[in-house]
C-alpha cells in the first residue's frame, strides 16, 4: 500500500476516534451525577400544584397536622393513599380524592407529630404503616386500619420522631429506627425482608433527599459509551437513527455524528480509491 494511502486510512481513523470521543465523553459525565427520577416532573405539574388544590382537597382531620405525609398504595387497589398523623391522637389515611380511606382514622393515646413510614415489616406482602406518638408508643397498623400483631410497642416517653425502615444489621430482615423522648433511640426488629420495593415511604419524607416525593417508573438505564459507539457504527453501515434513552437531543446528537462518520468514511474511501487507482 502506498504511503499516501496509509496516511488516509490513519487520517480517517483518526478522526473516527475524535468523533467518538467528542460524543461519549459528555454522556460519561452525565451518568457520573445522574438525575434521579423522583426530580423528574415538569414545570407545568409544579406550576399547577402551587396554584391550586387538587379536586376533594384540603381535607379536615379533628386538630393540627404537624406529622408530615406518607403515600403508599395501603389497600393493594394500584391507587395511592395518604397517610399522616394527627394532634387530634388519630392516623388518618386518605384516598387520592381526598375521601377517607376505608378503616380510617385509627387512634393512638395521643398526639401523632411523628410521620408515618410505610413498609412490608410482617412480610406478608402487604404495606404497613408504622408511626410514634406522644404516648410513648410506637404503632403498627395494617392497610385496613387494623393493628399488626405484637405491636404497639412502648418506649420510655414522647415518640416525636418519625421511624425509618431499613435493613441497618445487613441480615436481609427489616428493623424500624426511631427516636424517642427518653434519650434513647430504639432499632425494633421484624419478620419482613427487607427490599426498595417493599418499603416505598422508607422514613419521613420518603428518601435521603427529603424530597417527599413518590417515586416515579424508571426511565430505564442509561446506554454505556461502548452502547454508543456500537450505536454509532450500526446507523453508519445501516443508515438508521440510533434510538438512545436519554432524551431526543441527545438522539439529535447521535444522528448527527453518525452522519459526519459516514461522510468522512465516504470521503476517505473516495481518496484512496483515487491513491490506488
Ligand atoms: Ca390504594
Ligand atoms: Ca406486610
Ligand atoms: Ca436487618
Sequence with gaps: MKSSARNALLITALLLLLLILVLTIPIAKSQQNPIPATFLT??????????????????????????????GDIDGDGQLEIVVGSDDSRVWAFNGNGSVAAGWPVGTGSWVTS????????????????????????YAFNGNGSTVTGWPVSTLNWVESSPALGDIDGDGQLEIVVGSYDHNVYAFNCPGSYSVGGSPWPKFHHDERNTGLYPLP???????????????????????????????TLMLVAAGVGVMVAAVAVLAFVLLRRRIV
Excluded: Y
Design 42 to 71: 415538569t414545570p407545568t405539574q409544579q406550576t399547577t400544584a402551587k396554584q391550586t388544590n387538587a379536586a376533594g382537597w384540603p381535607v379536615q382531620t379533628g386538630s393540627c397536622v404537624d406529622s408530615s405525609p406518607a403515600l
Design 115 to 138: 410521620s408515618p413510614a410505610l413498609g412490608d415489616i410482617d412480610g406478608d406482602g402487604q404495606l404497613e404503616i408504622v408511626v410514634g406518638s406522644l404516648d410513648w408508643c410506637v
Design 218 to 248: 424508571s426511565p430505564g438505564p442509561s446506554p454505556s459509551p461502548s452502547d454508543v459507539s456500537l450505536l454509532l457504527f450500526v446507523s453508519l453501515f445501516l443508515g438508521m437513527q440510533p434510538q438512545l434513552q436519554q432524551g431526543n
